[in-house]
């Protein structure tokens, strides 16, 4: 049924300045990024053609499997994102909507946004080879541990570091892997006492990590529903809140005790 002709003008009257709302708002910037799953790196092998991790002091063990860190790319501090990106975004698995503060907390400029991911990334690897060393009873003055990572910053990759150089030192303990010969993806921030934190982007990164052959997802527990959200099949999530949490789950992997280990 037709509105009356006066009702119908004073609807398209009512509804021009929405669309034109609509219009002009479809190309306004928006205080969002738009981020998607990042580069993967094994920690226990190069990047760019140089070990991610060497040791001085100690030999380095030769190491099969992978323990690969995992990463997010997200549409720079300075580039606009319109609401059309926005909307398109959150109908995308593979692509995430963030506030633009909670992706550059610090800055607007690409050199600053650097520099404060580069910071917190050195603070990630020192605490990284403390807690290590700390787990392996290893005095810092004795082994030397040197971490080198390009092009990426941020805290994230702490407990993928730090599990990497207890495989190069000491792998399962008892001669053996800790990887157990898989690859193994995670993420979480690292404290040197052994405490793992939570991070970002955590179900982007398990699509990172599947689409690069992991097979096991180290998560921090707090994150367990979020990791689950269409989590790719055949990639298995275990949670972890301490350090010792996650050496003592990847040995009871490799060894087959599979009713120990837990689940998201």
């Given at each position: 049924?037709?509105?009356?002709?006066?009702?119908?003008?004073?609807?398209?009257?009512?509804?021009?300045?929405?669309?034109?709302?609509?219009?002009?708002?479809?190309?306004?910037?928006?205080?969002?990024?738009?981020?998607?799953?990042?580069?993967?790196?094994?920690?226990?092998?190069?990047?760019?053609?140089?070990?991610?991790?060497?040791?001085?002091?100690?030999?380095?063990?030769?190491?099969?499997?992978?323990?690969?860190?995992?990463?997010?790319?997200?549409?720079?501090?300075?580039?606009?994102?319109?609401?059309?990106?926005?909307?398109?975004?959150?109908?995308?698995?593979?692509?995430?909507?963030?506030?633009?503060?909670?992706?550059?907390?610090?800055?607007?400029?690409?050199?600053?946004?650097?520099?404060?991911?580069?910071?917190?990334?050195?603070?990630?690897?020192?605490?990284?080879?403390?807690?290590?060393?700390?787990?392996?009873?290893?005095?810092?003055?004795?082994?030397?541990?040197?971490?080198?990572?390009?092009?990426?910053?941020?805290?994230?990759?702490?407990?993928?570091?730090?599990?990497?150089?207890?495989?190069?030192?000491?792998?399962?303990?008892?001669?053996?892997?800790?990887?157990?010969g898989r690859t193994i993806?995670?993420?979480?921030?690292?404290?040197?006492?052994?405490?793992?934190?939570?991070v970002g982007g955590v179900?982007?990164?398990?699509?990172?990590?599947?689409?690069?052959?992991?097979?096991?997802?180290?998560?921090?527990?707090?994150?367990?529903?979020?990791?689950?959200?269409?989590?790719?099949?055949?990639?298995?999530?275990?949670?972890?809140?301490?350090?010792?949490?996650?050496?003592?789950?990847?040995?009871?992997?490799?060894?087959?005790?599979?009713?120990?280990i837990p689940t998201c």
């Amino acid at each position: 049924m037709l509105a009356p002709t006066s009702t119908r003008a004073r609807l398209a009257i009512c509804a021009a300045p929405f669309v034109a709302l609509l219009a002009v708002a479809a190309f306004v910037p928006l205080p969002f990024a738009i981020a998607q799953p990042g580069t993967t790196v094994n920690v226990l092998g190069t990047d760019e053609g140089k070990p991610v991790i060497t040791l001085g002091g100690a030999e380095s063990r030769r190491t099969t499997g992978q323990l690969r860190m995992t990463t997010i790319q997200a549409t720079g501090p300075r580039v606009d994102v319109s609401l059309r990106e926005v909307i398109s975004g959150w109908f995308r698995t593979d692509r995430a909507v963030m506030p633009h503060d909670s992706v550059y907390p610090v800055g607007n400029s690409d050199k600053e946004v650097e520099a404060h991911n580069n910071a917190e990334m050195r603070k990630s690897q020192d605490a990284a080879s403390e807690a290590a060393l700390r787990y392996l009873h290893k005095s810092p003055d004795q082994v030397k541990v040197g971490l080198s990572l390009a092009d990426i910053g941020g805290p994230s990759a702490g407990l993928l570091f730090t599990l990497g150089i207890i495989d190069k030192l000491d792998g399962d303990g008892r001669g053996g892997d800790l990887t157990g010969g898989r690859t193994i993806a995670g993420t979480g921030t690292i404290e040197p006492d052994g405490t793992v934190g939570a991070v970002g982007g955590v179900p982007l990164k398990t699509l990172a990590a599947k689409r690069d052959g992991a097979t096991v997802f180290l998560v921090p527990r707090g994150e367990c529903s979020d990791a689950s959200a269409n989590l790719p099949k055949g990639l298995r999530l275990v949670p972890v809140e301490r350090l010792t949490d996650a050496v003592t789950s990847l040995k009871d992997l490799a060894s087959g005790r599979e009713d120990k280990i837990p689940t998201c």
